[in-house]
């Protein structure tokens, strides 16, 4: 059950960050919705949200910072099946090492 919960936060938290950021970006000027304002504040709940440390797109910063986004974009890519081949073996190697 955890395992099943874990995964699902590893695909759900980088899709819910990237739609936080597009919102804002795109309704500049009004009120962050209720989704994105929910993301932003659980992002400074884990991260230090530091504007020289994060990214920007549009003028409006991520939710996590750069090395945040590195950790969260790439969990999804841990879940791959790589199975015993050697080339799997050195795509999962190389996954791990850049994350």
Known sequence: ???????????????AAGGA???RASHPDDRPALGAAVVYLAG?????????RSFATRDVQ????????GLYLAAPFQLFPCGDSTKNQLIRYLIIRAT
């Open 44 to 52: 400074g709940r884990i991260c230090h949200q530091r504007p020289e």
């Open 62 to 69: 991520w939710p996590v910072c750069a090395r945040c986004s």
């Open 21 to 23: 950021v597009w919102h």
């Open 1 to 15: 059950m955890l395992t099943k919960a874990l995964v699902a936060a590893a695909i759900v938290w980088p899709l």
